[in-house]
C-alpha cells in the first residue's frame, strides 16, 4: 500500500471510529485487569495471613496444653501432609527440631509475629535445592523456642502470571478484532458513502434524476438518503417548473409585446392619425401593459407561494366565514354577467391557514367557474334559439363541509377534511386534462379569445400545497366540481 493510500486511510471516519474504540476498550481492559488482580492478590494476602494468625494461636493452645512434645508431636504430623503449610521449631541456638523447612534466612526467626514481607525458604525433603517464597508468622515459646508457621505463595505467583498472561492475550485479541472492525467497517459504510459520493457527483453533472442508493436496510444512511432524495425531488420539480415557466413566458408573452410594439410602430408611422388616434391606441396599449403587469405579480406570488416563504403568516380561520364573505361580494357580479350564485357555508369549519391567500385561491375558483359557466350558456343559447328550447342558466355554486375518510376497510379514520367547494354547470374538464389545468400558463381555451393567462388555477394548487391541501376535481354533470380538501385546525 502506497504512503498516499494508507495516508488517506487513516483521515477517513471509519479508521478513526475503529481507532477510539480500540483506545477505549484497551483503556477498559487494562483497568478492568490491573483492577481484578490488584484485589484479589490483596485477598488472598488477607487469607493467608488471617490463616497462619488462627494455626498459630491454635498451636500455641496445644503447646500450652501438652508441652513441647505435644506441639513436636503435631507439628511432625502436619508437616507430613502435602500442601502449601510451612511448620519450624527450633531450639534457642536456632537450631531445626521439627518441620518441613530445611533453611530460610536467619533474620527470619529474629522476627516477632507476623514477617511484613515474603521470605525465601527452602523446603524439607525436596531432592531440587530450589527457593520458594512463602508468607510466615514467628512467635517465641518458653525456654527460646521459637514457633514459624506460613504459607506457601508459589499459587498466588502462578495466578499473577495468569493474569499476566491474560492480559497480553486479551491485548492481542482487541487489537485483531479492531482491525477486523475497521475492515468491516471499510467495507460496509465507506462502499455506502462512495455510492452516496457517485449519486451526488452525478447529480452535479446535470443528472437531476439521479437519487441517492436505499438499501432498504433501514439504518441512519437509508434515512439519510431518504431525507436527501425527498429534497431532490423538490429541487428537481422546481427546476422543471422554472424551466416551463421560462419556455410559457417565451411563448404566452412574446405575443402582447410584439402587439404593443406593432401598435405603436403603426401609430407613429401614420401621418394622418389625429389625437383621438393616439388616445386610442394609448389606451389600448395601457390596457395590454396592465394586462401584462397583473401577469408576472400572479408570477411572482405563486413562486411566493411555492417556496412557502416565512413572510407568509398563518392563523386560526374560518373556512365558512371566508366562502360567505366571497359569495356575497361576488353575488352582484353574477347577476350582472346573466349568472345565479348560490352557497351554503356554515361557521365553525376552523382551518390554520393565511386568510388573505384563500380568499384570493376562492376568487380564481369564482372567476373560473362564473366565466365557463356563462360561455357554455351562451353557446347552448345559441343552439336553443333554433328549436324553441328553454335556455340553460348560468350556475354556481360554493359550499363547505366536513368529510370524514376512511384509511381501510375496517376501521373509519378520525381525520375529518374541511371541503371547500365551488362547482357550475358549464362544460366542464375533460379527465385527461384535470392535472394539466393546474400547471402554469395552461389554458384550455386553444383560440386564445377568452381573457386571462393560465395562472388562476396554478395559484390555487400553490395556496393548497402551502396549507397542506389536496385539490380534487369531479363531473358535476354538466360543469365542473372543484374541491380543496383542508386538514383541520386540531388535526394540524
Given at each position: ?34 483492577y ?67 533453611a ?31 508468607v ?9 523456642y ?8 508459589g ?62 436496510a433501514?439504518?441512519?444512511f ?6 436527501l432524495n ?8 422546481l ?16 405575443t ?22 393616439y ?28 417556496a ?19 359569495a356575497?361580494?361576488y ?80 376501521k ?23 392535472d ?57
Amino acid at each position: 500500500m502506497s504512503p498516499g493510500s494508507i495516508s488517506k486511510t487513516m483521515r477517513t471516519t471509519a479508521f478513526k471510529l475503529s481507532a477510539i474504540y480500540l483506545i477505549i476498550f484497551s483503556i477498559f481492559a487494562i483497568f478492568l485487569i490491573v483492577y481484578i488482580s490488584l484485589n484479589t492478590q490483596l485477598l488472598m494476602t488477607r487469607q493467608l495471613n488471617s490463616t497462619i494468625v488462627a494455626e498459630v494461636r491454635g498451636l500455641v493452645e496445644q503447646y500450652r496444653s501438652g508441652g513441647m512434645a505435644g506441639l513436636i508431636k503435631i507439628i511432625e504430623e502436619r508437616s507430613r501432609r502435602p500442601g502449601a503449610s510451612l511448620y519450624l521449631i527450633t531450639d534457642s541456638r536456632g537450631l531445626y527440631v521439627a518441620g518441613n523447612v530445611a533453611a530460610l534466612p536467619k533474620w527470619v526467626l529474629d522476627e516477632r509475629g507476623a514477617v511484613e514481607q515474603t521470605v525465601t525458604y527452602q523446603r524439607l525433603g525436596e531432592n531440587e535445592r530450589k527457593d520458594n517464597n512463602a508468607v510466615v508468622s514467628v512467635y517465641e515459646m518458653f525456654g527460646g523456642y521459637r514457633l514459624l508457621v506460613g504459607r506457601d505463595v508459589g499459587e498466588r505467583e502462578q495466578f499473577r502470571k495468569v493474569v499476566e498472561q491474560a492480559f497480553i492475550v486479551s491485548a492481542i485479541l482487541m487489537i485483531v478484532l479492531a482491525m477486523l472492525a475497521w475492515i468491516f467497517v471499510s467495507r460496509k459504510v465507506l462502499k455506502r458513502i462512495e455510492m452516496i459520493t457517485e449519486a451526488s457527483g452525478n447529480i452535479m453533472r446535470g443528472q437531476l434524476d439521479e437519487r441517492l442508493p436505499v438499501t432498504q436496510a433501514g439504518d441512519e444512511f437509508d434515512r439519510l438518503s431518504e431525507s436527501l432524495n425527498t429534497m431532490l425531488s423538490r429541487i428537481e420539480m422546481l427546476m422543471r417548473g422554472l424551466k416551463e415557466v421560462s419556455d410559457n413566458i417565451a411563448h404566452d408573452l412574446k405575443t402582447p409585446l410584439t402587439r404593443l410594439r406593432n401598435r405603436v410602430e403603426v401609430t407613429l408611422s401614420s401621418d394622418q392619425q389625429d389625437v383621438e388616434s393616439y388616445r386610442q391606441a394609448l389606451e389600448q396599449t395601457l390596457e395590454e401593459s396592465e394586462a401584462l403587469i397583473r401577469t408576472f405579480d400572479a408570477l411572482l406570488r405563486i413562486a411566493r407561494v411555492e417556496a412557502k416563504s416565512t413572510q407568509i403568516e398563518k392563523a386560526p380561520l374560518d373556512v365558512g366565514a371566508i366562502a360567505a364573505d366571497m359569495a356575497e361580494l361576488y353575488e352582484p357580479v353574477a347577476e350582472d354577467e346573466g349568472a345565479r350564485l348560490t352557497w351554503k357555508a356554515d361557521t365553525g369549519y376552523m382551518i390554520n391557514g393565511n386568510r388573505e391567500l384563500i380568499s384570493q385561491a376562492l376568487a380564481n375558483l369564482i372567476d373560473n367557474a362564473m366565466k365557463y359557466a356563462v360561455r357554455h350558456a351562451v353557446e347552448q343559447r345559441q343552439e336553443t334559439e333554433a328549436d324553441g328550447t328553454e335556455p340553460l342558466q348560468p350556475h354556481i355554486h360554493i359550499a363547505v363541509s366536513r368529510k370524514t375518510i376512511s384509511n381501510n376497510a375496517d376501521k373509519q379514520d378520525s381525520l375529518g377534511l374541511i371541503i371547500l367547494t365551488v362547482s357550475d354547470n358549464g362544460q366542464g374538464i375533460a379527465e385527461e386534462d384535470r392535472d394539466r389545468v393546474l400547471q402554469r400558463f395552461v389554458r384550455l381555451d386553444k383560440s386564445r379569445n377568452q381573457p386571462g393567462s393560465g395562472l388562476g388555477l396554478s395559484l390555487v394548487n400553490a395556496v393548497a400545497s402551502l396549507h397542506d391541501a389536496k385539490i380534487e376535481l369531479g363531473d358535476n354533470e354538466p360543469g365542473l366540481i372543484f374541491s380543496i380538501c383542508f386538514p383541520p385546525l386540531d388535526e394540524q
